[in-house]
């Protein structure tokens, strides 16, 4: 719950917690993964809980935690069982909001029917976006 809201955040659109990311990536963890990845998950996450979220901490506090944590993960300067758990938390995070039905329905342009195709059309900057998970980095 807490590393998954730092990492979204409510702003304009709904943060992790609003959608309920961690129910999601509770599931998913217990449907998909082994055992000992689970437990691997759930320790590691309790530790961040207790060491990046001390109970007097601020909001900001929280996020420059979670900031320093996600450059470690993509710098490889964390050991790797602790990179690993960080990385399939943001994804699990990542996952949760994008297929999450507000974000799909009220954020992005989903389409559950498949419409017309119009190929070259102009987008104005207002216009939503298509997103599906087929996204190249």
């Known amino acids: 719950g807490d ?9 304009e659109t709904p943060g992790a917690r609003e959608l309920n990311a961690h129910r999601f990536i509770d599931l998913m963890l217990k ?17 961040w809980n207790t060491s990046l979220f001390p109970p007097t901490q601020t909001e900001a506090e929280r996020q420059a935690a979670v900031t320093a944590l ?5 710098a490889g300067e964390l050991p790797e069982e602790e990179r690993e758990t960080y990385l399939m938390l943001k994804e699990l995070t990542l996952l949760a909001y994008f297929t999450s039905q507000e974000v799909m329905t009220e954020q992005l342009n989903y389409q559950p029917v498949a419409g017309r195709h119009d190929a070259c059309i102009p987008l104005a900057e207002a216009d939503k976006i298509f997103v599906d998970n087929n996204v190249s980095q």
């Open 3 to 11: 590393i998954a809201e730092v990492i979204l955040p409510k702003s």
């Open 31 to 47: 449907d998909l993964y082994p055992e000992e990845k689970q437990m691997l998950f759930q320790n590691q996450l309790a530790a």
């Open 70 to 74: 996600d450059t470690k993960a993509f």
